[in-house]
Antibody, heavy 121, light 111 residues
Framework: QVQLQESGPGLVKPSQTLSLTCTVS??????????WSWIRQNPGKGLEWIGY???????YYNPSLKSRVAISIDRSKNQFSLKLTSVTAADTAVYYC?????????????WGQGTQVTVSS | QSALTQPASMSGSPGQSITISCTGT?????????VSWYQQHPGKAPKLVIY???KRPSGVSNRFSGSKSGYTASLTISGLQPEDEADYYC???????????FGGGTKLTVL
């Protein structure tokens, strides 16, 4: 069974770059058949899709975040990463990485446990 | 403001059935049979309970079912149990430029 685990700093200063990594186990990112996603949840609020990447490098981003987001993939480490630039307090959230059901059904099925990121000086 | 509209809260008694709605537009729910539903308990990651409008992942109780009519998708939970108390989110594909949109979530209380 696929497992995902987020890692990265829990505290980021305003205007800096948020960087998170998701390590995948129990399956290979390079096997294809799925997109690899980032989703966040602001405190006490709903879910917001950030974007996803295919193992070949194709990316798709939420239009509202597109100018600040980059998702990349490291097949050798079976990891994918998120960078969000120029962060503000509004970017404080629990960040989840997830796998999509398939490349046709692009909603997530397996999720990581989530990691809290706080933007504060 | 979320792209998909859900009731903020609903409640039901054990044994009852409840239906949570998720209303979108012609750009998402109305145009694709790619609606999924997630159950989230406090402090936990969301869990997929329905995908492609009506399909249930392996291991999910058959008390959970999904449907869609026009721009509105629905999640029905029959025979409510205390452990069903959670937040529920819908998600829809919304085309290549937007990709995925979520609802604002519904807090279900089992009285």
């Amino acid at each position: 069974q696929v497992q995902l685990q987020e890692s990265g700093p829990g505290l980021v200063k305003p205007s800096q770059t948020l960087s998170l990594t998701c390590t995948v186990s129990g399956g290979s990112i390079s096997s294809g058949g799925h997109y690899w996603s980032w989703i966040r949840q602001n405190p006490g609020k709903g879910l917001e899709w950030i974007g996803y990447i295919y193992y070949g490098g194709n990316t798709y981003y939420n239009p509202s975040l597109k100018s600040r987001v980059a998702i990349s993939i490291d097949r050798s480490k079976n990891q994918f990463s998120l960078k969000l630039t120029s962060v503000t307090a509004a970017d404080t959230a629990v960040y989840y990485c997830a796998r999509t059901i398939s490349t046709v059904v692009t909603e997530p099925d397996y999720w990581g446990q989530g990691t809290q990121v706080t933007v504060s000086s | 403001q979320s792209a998909l509209t859900q009731p903020a809260s609903m409640s039901g008694s054990p044994g009852q059935s409840i239906t949570i709605s998720c209303t979108g537009t012609s750009n998402d729910v109305g145009n694709y049979n790619l609606v999924s539903w997630y159950q989230q308990h406090p402090g936990k990651a969301p869990k997929l309970v329905i995908y492609e409008v009506t399909k249930r992942p392996s291991g999910v109780s058959n008390r959970f079912s999904g449907s869609k009519s026009g721009y509105t998708a629905s999640l029905t939970i029959s025979g409510l149990q205390p452990e069903d108390e959670a937040d529920y989110y819908c998600c829809s594909y919304a085309g290549d430029s937007t990709s995925e949109v979520f609802g604002g979530g519904t807090k279900l209380t089992v009285l």
